[in-house]
């Protein structure tokens, strides 16, 4: 079962254009390697064993050979520079969360190896797990175990210092049709603790929040015309929206100033304009610091 939120996934069409335009807002975003026989390669910014990581393809031809999950990625990015496609929870019990998927009767196929190669040399290796087969634009998440220990990725990708104040992830919102079904998937399938269901007028749409590890997921299904409705118009199914806490809100937002960069300010965020990180929603928030991973100096 799942343990913990591990990271989300924005699709770029230009990997270095990508990793500067990030670094601009203030993430340390470094390059991370390329997958191997998969055609793509990335960038990261990690914030501790959490991090966000920017996807793209160096390879077409390799990348729309790789199973179904690589044209999905071409096809996303058709006409656009970027899209938020997906994100992973950390298990530790991978084998057992196959088993327990497919007997549900779902279509999954078995833990599917993975690995990368980092610019210094170091290989990183692990296996995913996705309910329906498919980790991209779905409801929900895909799993994902680490063969490397933590510690060690913490000393190979170490955690960035980031201009923005960001600190780590917080809250993940996702857009569904069937809010019923979707559920299931968290509460029943993935054990996730559901803490609230109820209609939120405000986005004019069914509301559910559920609990990994001290934060949490939100799923919304629209009632009628409003954001939801919108972004799956627009986006189709999946995350929408990346919650990140930073260490002091009004340095975050003289940041953002300084450097002429267009937000939206609420109540207790900040909320990028989608145009500034190529369409993907970014909210900044103040919560009291969770114990971030750290690394032997």
Request: proline fraction near 5%.
């Amino acid at each position: 079962m799942p343990t913990r939120f591990d990271h989300a996934i924005i699709a770029v069409r230009d990997l270095d254009s990508a990793i500067a335009r990030f670094q601009h807002l203030g993430f340390d975003v470094e390059p991370g390697g390329r997958h191997t026989g998969r055609g793509t390669h990335n960038g990261l910014a990690r914030f501790g064993l959490d991090y966000f990581e920017l996807l793209s393809v160096y390879d077409e031809q390799e990348a729309r050979a790789y199973q179904r999950g690589g044209r999905i990625l071409l096809d996303e990015l058709a006409g656009r520079e970027g899209a938020l496609v997906g994100y992973a929870l950390a298990t530790n019990t991978i084998e057992a969360d196959a088993k327990r998927f497919r007997g549900t009767g779902s279509e999954l196929p078995a833990p599917n190896a993975m690995a990368r190669k980092r610019p210094d040399g170091n290989v990183l290796s692990w296996r995913t797990l996705a309910p329906g087969g498919n980790s991209w634009k779905k409801p929900w998440p895909f799993l994902i175990q680490w063969d490397t220990p933590d510690e060690q990725r913490l000393q190979i990708d170490r955690p960035g210092m980031h201009p923005n104040g960001t600190q780590y992830w917080a809250r993940v919102a996702v857009a569904t049709h069937d809010l019923e079904s979707t559920l299931d998937v968290y509460h029943s399938q993935l054990g996730l603790e559901l803490i609230s269901l109820a209609d939120d007028p405000a986005q004019n749409a069914h509301h559910a929040t559920l609990s990994i590890g001290k934060y949490t997921i939100d799923l919304f299904a629209p009632i009628g015309a409003g954001l939801i409705q919108q972004t799956l118009t627009e986006n189709r199914e999946g995350p929408f929206l990346l919650t990140y806490a930073v260490k002091d809100l009004a340095e975050t937002r003289a940041f953002l100033t300084q450097r002429a960069i267009t937000f939206v300010e609420n109540a207790d965020s900040l909320d990028l304009a989608p145009e500034e990180a190529f369409g993907v929603r970014i909210r900044f928030t103040f919560q009291a610091c969770k114990q971030v991973d750290t690394i032997d100096q």
